[in-house]
């Protein structure tokens, strides 16, 4: 089955081409197509990872542009990590694909939904499989503009398209740091392909310090695509899309893109210190500064949205450590557990018509099904014993603490209290109390509660595939291809994870759910600290007063010195120009004398300079 997974990404590329041509015949019935062409990806998917758990790498390329000597090459390559990824993207898009049948129901525009779905899946999946860094460009790019075209969908809102606009600049701004890297890495290497860069770097071929700057390059890139730190406010804001929208997003597909591309490059980041270190900072950078964020946020797609920075900067600190197996298993458990957020989220969006988590409450006794569900992926995001967050950031603090990263490792802990705080705030608001709207509240149709439930079970079980208790499953399977396998580490660790998780929980539970602690605390002690929380430390206004008026003046500057200096030349040519044109014409008076004048002028002339340089002419 490896040698023909090229197949997988064709499914969802041909539902996107037939809906396209054909979706608004089809109307809802389009729905079909897209989660049809999804399970084929799914099983597909599945069959390579079962093929792939007892075979070697498989590797297929063909030569598609020849230079010179130098052949460019494209193709596919099954991997485990890639081998892992197919599946965990394919999974989560069908089960989105599912949900949004019910979700979408009634939208002038379901069919170009769907049809965007598709693109957007072929695109990661093409990622996925890619085997050399030209052709991940490309497919990555192509997932760029997915995600404009689904983030903006409701383009008659001003608010979306702002933000799809938003999305896909501050995006190409990490792409320009990945496209150069890539370059710098083709010139050192002479080859795009994965293999052939990792053999240059062992080999000594390229010096320490192009590595280092290769790496850092693209890894600019992956801040841009994983929504770190300070290329974050995009992610946010890409909220103002459909939530399944949401859910495919931030769960497995866009956001994990920059994580799958460190982590597939690990071997050229692992020869540089420099720039694991970076990754490892600028990620525990994120996930703090991600985490306080949304311990103050109303909106509840904006929370969960928060959550996905702050729980990606946990990936990026797990693989600067030196946590490859951490990182990639994080990745995973993150996919089932934050998409079955969102998609609960969108069940109570679509229960109650609106996102402000204060104008909710009481849903758990209206909403039997999306509750329990909703309460399972909290638990396991907030790191609560035997679910899989629980195993997944363990394995990151182990990773952050053995490599000598201390600061990063109480960074990271306080990041996990303040997960499981704002994390529970939410459920509390959103569940507990009474009901504080007047909506005539009713559980989801069955089509969506389905995947919620598929979500709800992997959220739970999915951790067990790497834990030090029942095997290492998912680090052997890794471990394979050279990298990291399980850390030992001392169980005073995972105590202290179970601590401050269950520590962040009561005290939601105290604040909003027994309300024996008052809930304007911070409000009303600091003030100033809640302000800047409330208003994400103004880095949006940052980027306003520098990036946006300074763009604003240069761009006023650049047109005054096209007006004045460039066309004023270009007129000025021209005047000369008509002013020589017309003493032409002038002497242009059909008189032979006038002409005959003008030879003998000429030829003076020429035998004077003649005269004066010696005939040296």
Known sequence: MMENAWIIPLFPLFSFLILLVVGKRMKETSAYVGIIATFLSFVGAVAVLIERLNEPTYQATYTWLTIGKMNITAGFEINPLNALMLVVVSLVSFLVHMYSKGYMHGDERFSVFYAYLGLFTFAMLGLVISANLLQTYIFWELVGLGSFLLIGFYFYKEEAKAAAKKAFIMTRIGDVGLLIGMILLFWQAGSFQYGDIFAAVKAGNISGTMVT?????????????SGQFPL??????????????????????????????VASLFPLYEASSTAMLTVAIVGGITAIFAASIGLVQTDIKRVLAYSTVSQLGYMMLALGSGGYVAGVFHLTTHAFFKALLFLAAGSVIHAVHTQDIEKMGGLWRKMPLTAPLFLIGTLAISGFPLLSGFFSKDEILVAAWTHGHIVLFWLAVIAAFFTAFYMFRLFFLVFGGEMRSEVNVHESPAVMTFPMVVLGVLSIVAGYMNTPWFGTFLGDFLAGEGTHAHEEAPLWIMVVATAVSLAGICLAWLMYGKKSLARDWLSSRAPITYNMLLNKYYVDEFYTVTVGYGTKVLSVFLQYVDRFIVEGLAHLIAALTRAIGAIGAKLQNGQVQMYGAVTFIGLTILVVILAFTGGYL
Not at 217 to 225: C, D, M, N, V, Y
Not at 236 to 257: C, K, N, Q, R, Y
Request: glycine share 10%; aromatic share 6%; charged share 5%.
């Open 213 to 225: 700057l290769c790496a850092i390059l693209i890894f600019i890139g992956a801040i841009g695509k």
């Open 232 to 261: 974050h406010t995009w992610l946010p804001d890409a909220m103002e899309g459909p939530t399944p929208v949401s859910a495919l997003i931030h769960a497995a597909t866009m956001v994990a893109a920059g994580v799958y591309l």
